[in-house]
């Protein structure tokens, strides 16, 4: 059935994870023939539900697996030296209001996989997503078929920082922002306003990728 997660302590202690592999993780458990690629009932390689500051999370690796590499559903836990590798979905995933700061991420996605990273919310409803990126690589090789995704999707009125990111690859662009809501959007930090209701995207953040099927450039 399902259950309930979270809580109101930002400071909630759910343990140490530190220099952890996992490959070949998940599973289809309600697979759609008409969408083999992502039936949307996978399992993630490791999923963060409501986990706080006090949690420590460090120098971890998802590989091969079956849904998302890492997923944040809500939350203010912070995490440092994320490696997710060709996964079929997305290899960061963000949700249902999550405030930490992830740095140092790295993807690889192939032509199975989605997004390196998909980050988003629920519109202007509170809490509104607020990650805080910096220093990620997100590199795509190709996708399966038609014109692949954003290497990185911001969507739903996600806010957030995102700093020192390098893009590249083959994908339908850099950065994707859509289903926008009422959160302002700047690469000026000094006309952001108030967190969590921006999106702030540095103008250093060095995007160069190419699209699948037309093969021209997306900055």
Sequence with gaps: GLGTYGGTDTNDNSGSLKYVRVWYGGADIGFD?????????????ITFGGVGQGTTLENIEVAFNKDDGFE??????????????FVDDDAFDTDEGYNGKLQFLFALVDQDGDHAAEMDSKNDASPRSFPIVSGATFIKSDHRSGRSNGLIQIREGGGGEF??????GKAGAGLENNDCAMETRTSDISLAGTAPDYLFWHPNNIVNTITSGAGTLNQ
């Design 33 to 45: 023939t008409s969408n083999p690629e992502n039936s949307g009932n996978e399992i993630n390689g």
């Design 163 to 168: 700093y020192n990111m390098v893009l590249t």
């Design 72 to 85: 944040f559903f809500g939350g203010s836990v912070n995490a440092k030296w994320l490696s997710a590798l």
